[in-house]
Structures are given as structure tokens and as C-alpha cells.
């Protein structure tokens, strides 16, 4: 399974004719390919798999799926201390 987290695109830039750009993940900087996301803009938002930007999502629906994460990470720390072995 995996795990789709949006980043922002702070940096878009040419890398041995391939579009590539830096993405920000909360302070977490990563490269990415931007081949397949001819229109992508720094300051957008995106989805990373593989190295690969597939698509770009609105602000509003990056903070509402990083708010979701944040709410799954409570509750597991929540399940975590109440755990019983």
C-alpha cells in the first residue's frame, strides 16, 4: 500500500533534459521528476510516488488530506499508549 502526502513544489528547474523540481514536505525537501506534469507551477501542490509527480491538487485539498494524516497519527499514538499486552 502506499501513501500518498502531498508536498509543494518550491523549485522547478531543467536536469539532463528532463523537467525536475524540489518538493517540500513539511521541511522534508525531496527532488522529483516533473515529466508527466508539463503545467505544474512552483508553489502548487502535488503527489510524489517513485520520484514521479503525478498530479497537482488544489491547497485546500493538500491541508485537508495533511490534516487527515495528523488525525490517523493521534489516534494511533492514542491506541499505542492504551495498548494492553
Request: aromatic residues 4%.
Amino acid at each position: 500500500m502506499c501513501l500518498a502526502v502531498p508536498g509543494k513544489i518550491i523549485e522547478i528547474y531543467d536536469s539532463g533534459g528532463m523537467r525536475m523540481c524540489k518538493i517540500d514536505f513539511g521541511g522534508v525537501i525531496r527532488e522529483a521528476c516533473l515529466q508527466a506534469l508539463p503545467d505544474a507551477k512552483v508553489g502548487e501542490f502535488t503527489i510524489i510516488h517513485a520520484g514521479f509527480a503525478l498530479n497537482t491538487l488544489s491547497e485546500e485539498e493538500a491541508q485537508e488530506t495533511l490534516e487527515a494524516l495528523r488525525e490517523l497519527g493521534e489516534i494511533e499514538n492514542e491506541l499505542d499508549a492504551g495498548a494492553v499486552l
